[in-house]
């Protein structure tokens, strides 16, 4: 399955690049050719990683309504028990007033000082146990968070080992990222491409190719950086340099994921 990484990161100035040009990478073609196991690997290593974090939420969750039963089952046995005491030391304190009209007004008395601090004991209660489920959904969803901030992670590293094999074992891979390269620029009539030593043989090889693409082209100067290891790859112009190596397009791949991670 053919998927996008968009555009080429833009080191100097002006109107270098076109309005959003998509370089198309055949992910199915990586996998097939030389990650097929090390991708495997990572599927298993996602699922264990997806798997134990939902256990662990699941555990939390299971946790946090114990807790939170147990509070509001404390809160009315200490509103049955405050109302129960008032009732009684109500009834007594008007039973010393008058007998008759103490059982009405202890039971009256009893009942509304009963019910005001029950009320306040439970409410109290009920509101402890609220922040006790809140704390523990926190750290549920937090726990979650973690584990997709792993597997990102896990993402990231096998697209890297994966597109580093394909660097090392297909030598045009440079040719076609400078071709695409090419196609996201402004011409110019002077091209000047600086790769590693390693890539050096293979792009001066294809200067004809590289030069039938970009048409209005009149010279192209090839260099070697001894700072560049191989994939690594500049495309410099009158107007200004585009970096289109290997380490830009994984660098496109992990602010992608992060961006969205980061909205979600």
Known sequence: MSKIIKSFRIIEKDTLIKEEKQLDINYAELESDVGSAILTEARH???????????GAKKILEDAYFKFEEKLNEAQENAKEIFHNAKIEGHKEGYN?????GKIQGHSEGYEIGYEEGKKASEKLIKEALEIKNEYIEIRNNSLKKAE?????????????????????????IVSLVLNGIDNLEISEKLIIIVSEKDYETIKKSKDIILAKASLIDELDIRVSSDMKKGDCMIETSMGSVDVGVNTQLQEVEDLLKNILSNE
Do not use: R, T, W
Request: hydrophobic share 35%; glycine share 2%; proline share 0%.
């Open 45 to 55: 290593q996602s699922v264990k990683i997806l798997s134990d974090a939902n256990e």
């Open 149 to 173: 901030e792993d597997v990102i992670k896990l993402v990231i590293q096998i697209y890297e080992k994966v597109f580093y094999q394909k660097v090392e074992e297909d030598e045009e891979l």
């Open 97 to 101: 007033v008058g007998y008759e009209d």
